[in-house]
């Protein structure tokens, strides 16, 4: 038996390799978008242009028809969940007809050759809530900013001797007599400031 998608407009395309992110699923669970909704936008992440040098660049073209014999169902129905993902803002159509875009192509695209940030994605989103990782379906990453101040977890050299230094004014002359470590006139100013 020949398949129905043999002479589709999507046949060159359902080859090769694609980053998948694995919290996707957890969309489902939380009643997010529907199975079918996410079997329509793997699909259309799948057919996409991922070479950022083209000018269709996270684009394609839908052919509903053409869907519908893929998928084994009416058009309407494809229309239907197709409808849901333009909702969720996952998709949007551009100013040509038929052509959509992604709103976050390179999140589904590996570094390196294709310059994607699939794993720049998947560590921002790790442990995160179902919802920030919705978001950031829709929207593209923004690094946040680098502390670059250690602090007690992430500091290199641990602080030896934690106790207080008292450091002298730069416009006074600071005296420490050896013998008791106040100057006489330190001891004066501190009876009479320190007593009021």
């Given at each position: 038996m020949k398949m129905k998608i043999d002479n589709s407009e999507y046949r060159r395309k359902l080859n090769g390799y694609r980053c998948s992110h694995r919290n996707r699923w957890?969309?489902?669970?939380?009643?997010?978008?529907?199975?079918?909704?996410?079997?329509?936008?793997?699909?259309?992440?799948?057919?996409?242009d991922f070479d950022q040098k083209h000018e269709a660049y996270g684009t394609y073209q839908v052919y509903f028809d053409e869907i519908a014999?893929?998928?084994?169902?009416?058009?309407?129905?494809?229309?239907?969940?197709?409808?849901?993902?333009?909702?969720?803002?996952?998709?949007?159509?551009?100013?040509?007809?038929?052509?959509?875009?992604?709103?976050?192509?390179?999140?589904?695209?590996s570094p390196g050759f294709w310059r994607g940030e699939a794993s720049t994605y998947a560590k921002e989103e790790k442990g995160q809530s179902v919802e920030v990782i919705f978001q950031s379906m829709k929207k593209e990453f923004?690094?946040?900013?680098?502390?670059?101040?250690?602090n007690d977890k992430n500091s290199d050299s641990p602080v030896k001797d934690d106790?207080?230094?008292?450091?002298?004014?730069s416009k006074d002359e600071y005296k420490i007599s050896q013998?008791?470590?106040?100057?006489?006139?330190?001891?004066?100013?501190?009876?009479d400031n320190l007593l009021e």
């Open positions: 957890l969309l489902l669970s939380a009643k997010i978008i529907s199975l079918q909704a996410l079997s329509l936008l793997e699909f259309y992440i799948d057919i996409s014999k893929i998928f084994t169902c009416s058009q309407g129905t494809i229309r239907n969940w197709h409808k849901e993902l333009v909702m969720l803002k996952l998709i949007s159509p551009t100013k040509k007809k038929g052509v959509y875009k992604l709103y976050v192509p390179k999140r589904y695209i923004e690094p946040a900013e680098k502390n670059d101040q250690p106790s207080s230094i008292a450091l002298g004014s013998n008791n470590g106040l100057s006489e006139e330190d001891k004066r100013w501190l009876g």
